[in-house]
Every structure is written in structure tokens, then in C-alpha cells.
T-cell receptor, first 113, second 111 residues
Framework: DAGVTQSPTHLIKTRGQQVTLRCSPK?????VSWYQQALGQGPQFIFQ???????QRGNFPDRFSGHQFPNYSSELNVNALLLGDSALYLC????????????FGQGTRLTVV | QQQVKQSPQSLIVQKGGISIINCAYE??????FPWYQQFPGKGPALLIA?????SEKKEGRFTISFNKSAKQFSLHIMDSQPGDSATYFC??????????FGKGTMLLVSP
């Protein structure tokens, strides 16, 4: 049973560019959440998708957007990249009921230069 | 506003010793309190979790103690091993599994 898979694993982008990160949830999971983890910090919630809709959103600007596909996979898009967007981006999948275990992928390390 | 405060920031424990990491939360609506373990270059992995209707949960060498009135919970790692060296995050959530994380504790278990 494959867990949560994310691609790519590493990415280098130039300030001002746009980036798309991808996530496939664990088998049987239909809820996908995205987190940003800056170096030396805990993950920060970006947004959550369920039934192809954004269900909840954290305190992130509109430059951060997402999408969920009918097969439950998801994309995170970041426009107009800033140096401060450099971080590990984590995808987590879970069942939609509250308080259930969230399984994390290995993350995508984004470096903005 | 940091809703989950974690301490200490780093911890060095001798092999065989007890590692203790503490967290405090502010939002009384939180109803799920997991601990995650993260190795360098990897995503966080669930270690153990507790709900507020119990005061303690033990799984192997890992124990969560929960104090609802004080809004605090802690992770105890008994018989700490070098392989336990990692960063540990406490978290809390309510509703649909959106987690609020602490800032993490870097644990080093010396041989």
C-alpha cells in the first residue's frame, strides 16, 4: 500500500516565478492538506481539500492556491515566488472525519533564489 | 498567535534515559493531540496520539500524559535509544484534521 507520494522531491526556482507541487494521497484517503515547514519550524497549515473543494484555509496569501482532482490527488500552486517561500512543502492525507490520523508525504524542498 | 507551545527547543539524553517533551495549548476546542517524529529529509510520522477523555496513553516506550485542566500534554520516551534521535513535534486539532504544530524539539540521544 503506497503512502502519500509527493513530486518533485527538490525544486529550485527564481524569485517571481510560479511553481506547482503535486501530491497523491494514501489509498482510501479523500482529504488532502498542505503544510509549509520553514527550516527549524513546525509545519504551518496552508489549506485542505475535500471533494475537490477548498474546505479550510490557513493564514497564507492568495498567491498560494490549490486544486484537487476526482482521483483525490492534489496540486499546490504558488505564484510570484518570494525568497521567503523557500521551505519544505508537506502534503498530508486523511479521512474526512475530525481527529483522524494524518499521513504525511516526504515533502518537496523548494528553494527560491 | 502561537496556539501550541512546545519545550524544550532541544534536548540531549543519554542512552537508556528518559526523554520528556512538554506542550501547552490555548484552544479548548482542540480534541486530538498527536505527537510526530521527523527525521532529516523526511516528512513527519505519527508516533502516538491522545484524546482529552483519557489522562495517559502508552505505546511501547512512548507515553503521552495529558492534563486537561492545565491544557498541557507531554511525551515521555523511556529507555531512549540513539535511533530515537530526531525532531519531535506536538500538535493539536479540532474538526477536520487540520493540525496546529508546536515548533519542535530536537532530541539527541548520546550512545
Amino acid at each position: 500500500d503506497a503512502g502519500v507520494t509527493q513530486s518533485p522531491t527538490h525544486l529550485i526556482k527564481t524569485r517571481g516565478q510560479q511553481v506547482t507541487l503535486r501530491c497523491s494521497p494514501k489509498s482510501g484517503h479523500d482529504t488532502v492538506s498542505w503544510y509549509q515547514q520553514a527550516l527549524g519550524q513546525g509545519p504551518q497549515f496552508i489549506f485542505q481539500y475535500y471533494e475537490e473543494e477548498e474546505r479550510q484555509r490557513g493564514n497564507f496569501p492568495d498567491r498560494f492556491s490549490g486544486h484537487q482532482f476526482p482521483n483525490y490527488s492534489s496540486e499546490l500552486n504558488v505564484n510570484a515566488l518570494l525568497l521567503g517561500d523557500s521551505a519544505l512543502y508537506l502534503c498530508a492525507s486523511s479521512l474526512p472525519q475530525g481527529g483522524t490520523e494524518a499521513f504525511f508525504g516526504q515533502g518537496t524542498r523548494l528553494t527560491v533564489v | 498567535q502561537q496556539q501550541v507551545k512546545q519545550s524544550p527547543q532541544s534536548l540531549i539524553v543519554q542512552k537508556g534515559g528518559i526523554s520528556i517533551i512538554n506542550c501547552a495549548y490555548e484552544n479548548t476546542a482542540f480534541d486530538y493531540f498527536p505527537w510526530y517524529q521527523q527525521f532529516p529529509g523526511k516528512g513527519p510520522a505519527l508516533l502516538i496520539a491522545i484524546r482529552p477523555d483519557v489522562s495517559e496513553k502508552k505505546e511501547g516506550r512512548f507515553t503521552i500524559s495529558f492534563n486537561k485542566s492545565a491544557k498541557q500534554f507531554s511525551l515521555h520516551i523511556m529507555d531512549s535509544q540513539p535511533g530515537d534521535s530526531a525532531t519531535y513535534f506536538c500538535a493539536a486539532s479540532k474538526g477536520y484534521s487540520t493540525l496546529t504544530f508546536g515548533k519542535g524539539t530536537m532530541l539527541l540521544v548520546s550512545p
